[in-house]
């Protein structure tokens, strides 16, 4: 069965902390290079972050010291600790393997908001 379940968000004021989870089925997450996603209100879903199956992490310049993937290779997660939060970083955060595109599979997303 094909699955991403993401959860963690919220609303948190800025400078803030979050810590987003993703729980993957093993078909997408084994072996794979997994990412976190975004997609604000009117643009287009970007790529946050993503990490190999050997814990090598790249990130986007916009999070780039923020912004730490991480991932349990026993649990399929992946996780997305967001410290020091931003108002442009409020969107829907998804998980997904990488690459994907809008024609792949995608979760439910968890929603993001950074306001004062």
């Known amino acids: 069965q094909v699955q991403l379940v993401e959860s963690g968000g919220g609303l948190v004021q800025p400078g803030g902390s979050l810590r987003l989870s993703c729980a993957a089925s093993?078909?997408?997450?084994?072996?794979?290079?997994m990412g976190w996603y975004r997609q604000a209100p009117g643009k287009q879903r970007e790529l946050v972050a993503r990490?190999?199956?050997?814990?090598?992490?790249l990130y986007t310049d916009s999070v780039k010291g923020r912004f730490t993937i991480s991932r349990d290779n026993a649990k399929n997660t992946v996780y997305l600790q967001m410290n020091s939060l931003k108002p442009e970083d409020t969107a829907v955060y998804y998980c997904?393997?990488?690459?994907?595109?809008?024609?792949?599979?995608w979760g439910q997303g968890t929603q993001v908001t950074v306001s004062s």
């Open positions: 997904n393997k990488f690459p994907s595109s809008d024609y792949s599979y």
């Open positions: 990490i190999f199956s050997g814990g090598v992490t």
């Open positions: 093993g078909s997408i997450y084994s072996g794979n290079v």
